[in-house]
């Protein structure tokens, strides 16, 4: 079992940033790929980023290449999303997930945190 908890949102103004964090508990995470999901009102749930924890390699969506970055804190057991340049039609429930082994197209998400919503203003 894998406990995911999530922090770091809030308001900001478009062009500013804000940083994620995914605190991951449990007693597989070298095995697990974690990954960023938002979802605004009204859409679908997407994929920003997600990230192998036991070799670092990380993939983002292209909407957001150049702008964040995931990152991973072993000694912390925590995941990071450093967002950049933020845009107000970013504004959504920012959710961390994750599941055991590397991730391929289809693959379903095991482990859901509870959300932190992010608001850009204009």
């Known amino acids: 079992q894998v406990q995911l908890v999530e922090s770091g949102g809030g308001l900001v103004q478009a062009g500013g940033s804000l940083r994620l964090s995914c605190a991951a508990s449990g007693r597989t995470l070298s095995r697990l790929t974690m990954g960023w999901f938002r979802q605004a009102p009204g859409k679908e749930r997407e994929l920003v980023a997600r990230i192998s924890w036991s070799d670092g390699s990380t993939n983002y969506a292209d909407s957001v290449k150049g702008r964040f970055t995931i990152s991973r804190d072993n000694a912390k057991s925590t995941v990071y999303l450093q967002m950049n340049s933020l845009k107000p039609e970013e504004t959504a429930v920012y959710y961390c997930?994750?599941?055991?082994?590397?991730?391929?197209?289809?693959?379903?998400?095991?482990?859901w945190g509870q959300g932190t919503q992010v608001t850009v203003s204009s």
């Open positions: 997930a994750a599941h055991l082994g590397r991730w391929y197209p289809g693959r379903l998400w095991d482990y």
